[in-house]
């Protein structure tokens, strides 16, 4: 096999890193150097610690289902919740509750977040608050957030980055009246936390809780399709 060959196989295996994660990469880097010069074992724990974190920071390359009406899942993790909601008041979105999946990401899942639907973004709004567990429900109402309201041909999509115990820093790549595309990247939070998806009033969500989701690639919703009951069962 040609050297090209091999550097072409060695580079598609390896993940891309977001550049919102090289200062953290370097940081931890450089405690883990200064661990090594004062004691050998804490050096290797430091090494863990970075390439933990540069893992955490990593932006795999994802496929997106393009139809008119699909949904795709804001961020990789696992559903904790599908249920109407009230969603925040200053998405505007309206007082009466909507059909909402909510994604929890743990420490281990990718962070970046992308759009689940394309359109336009008609509103972002940042909300501080406090940094509660964001498995738990409370945290959609008190924890530091970060809401997009996306105007698609199928009405519209509430997305709702969460702060969770970890995660200091929600980062949105977006303005208002940017268009999007489905799957398109528009943010990230560091260190553990959680997407809200609020869907428009009779969308039927197609994802259940415990299920794993990837961001831009799990459909969670059919805004075109006949409204359908679904079932899940573990196993």
């Known amino acids: ?10 580079r598609s295996a390896m993940v891309p890193i977001h550049r919102e994660g090289r200062p953290f990469i370097a940081i931890f880097a450089i405690v883990a150097f200064i661990l090594f010069l004062i004691w050998q074992p804490l050096g290797w724990i430091g090494v863990g610690a970075t390439i933990w974190c540069a893992l955490f920071f990593r932006d795999p390359n ?3 289902p393009i139809r008119d009406g699909l949904v795709v899942s804001g961020a990789d993790g696992t559903v904790c919740d599908v249920n109407p909601a009230v969603p925040p008041a200053e998405l505007g979105l309206g ?9 929890f990401m743990n420490v281990f899942d990718v962070h970046v977040n992308r759009a689940p639907i394309a359109g336009r973004v008609t ?3 940042y909300t501080p608050g406090k940094f509660l567990n964001a498995d738990l429900d409370k945290a959609s109402e008190d924890n530091e957030r970060n809401g997009l309201v996306i105007e698609s041909l199928r009405g519209r999509i509430g997305v709702v980055q969460i702060a969770g115990l970890v995660a200091r820093r929600i ?3 977006v303005r208002e009246e940017d268009s999007l595309a ?6 990230l939070i560091r260190f553990g936390s959680r997407v809200d998806h609020y869907l ?3 969308a039927t969500p197609l994802v259940g809780v415990g299920q794993k989701t990837i961001a831009g690639e799990t459909i969670i919703a059919d805004l075109a399709a006949a409204p359908e009951t679904r079932a899940f069962a573990k196993g």
């Open 200 to 202: 428009p009033a009779g």
């Open 1 to 10: 096999m040609a050297l090209d060959d091999v550097t072409k196989s060695i």
């Open 182 to 187: 489905a799957g398109e990247r528009f943010g």
């Open 123 to 125: 509103r972002v709004a």
């Open 95 to 103: 007082a009466e509750p909507l059909p909402r999946v909510a994604v």
């Open 62 to 64: 994802r496929v997106t």
């Open 171 to 173: 980062v949105c790549f």
